[in-house]
């Protein structure tokens, strides 16, 4: 039987593939994906800050598939290697890189599809919620 989060996980990404689920990017089953309206510049390129926010959401759904839902960003970085244009197809892939106690480091990267060339890689840290420690100071 497959894991539950794993599940919710994918039951998530078809949901945002139909529009079932609010999300400013349409994102395919095929891991594609096109900016709607407001996420271009005056350039007709993708802004920066849609691409880091679908890293931030595709990055969420690959920590949801290890472990649940409840967890709060502690590092969040984008670095920018090229422009994406408006309406054109990028794929995305997004790895967990480590787990440590309640830390979970996941990479996400985005590549134009065709070519494969790198438009931006994010890396992000997340922790579970838990119960609030004890300061050590």
């Given at each position: 039987?497959?894991?539950?989060?794993?599940?919710?996980?994918?039951?998530?990404i078809?949901?945002?593939?139909?529009?079932?689920?609010g999300?400013e990017?349409?994102?395919?089953?095929?891991?594609?994906?096109?900016s709607?309206?407001p996420?271009?510049?005056?350039?007709?390129?993708?802004?920066?800050?849609?691409?880091?926010?679908?890293?931030?959401?595709?990055?969420?759904?690959?920590?949801?598939?290890?472990g649940?839902?409840?967890?709060?960003?502690?590092d969040?970085?984008?670095?920018?290697?090229?422009?994406?244009?408006?309406?054109?197809?990028?794929?995305?892939?997004?790895?967990?890189?480590k787990?440590?106690?309640?830390?979970?480091?996941?990479v996400v990267?985005?590549?134009?599809?065709?070519?494969?060339e790198?438009?931006?890689i994010?890396?992000?840290?997340?922790?579970?919620?838990?119960?609030?420690?004890?300061?050590?100071?």
């Amino acid at each position: 039987m497959e894991d539950s989060n794993l599940q919710k996980s994918r039951q998530l990404i078809e949901d945002l593939s139909k529009g079932v689920v609010g999300s400013e990017l349409e994102i395919s089953t095929s891991k594609a994906s096109k900016s709607s309206q407001p996420t271009k510049d005056q350039n007709g390129n993708w802004q920066a800050g849609a691409i880091a926010t679908m890293i931030d959401n595709v990055g969420a759904i690959a920590v949801h598939s290890l472990g649940g839902p409840a967890r709060v960003s502690l590092d969040f970085s984008v670095s920018y290697f090229s422009t994406a244009k408006f309406k054109e197809e990028i794929e995305i892939e997004a790895k967990v890189v480590k787990e440590r106690g309640r830390l979970i480091l996941h990479v996400v990267e985005v590549r134009r599809k065709n070519g494969g060339e790198l438009i931006a890689i994010g890396k992000q840290w997340m922790a579970s919620k838990g119960q609030a420690s004890t300061s050590r100071l």
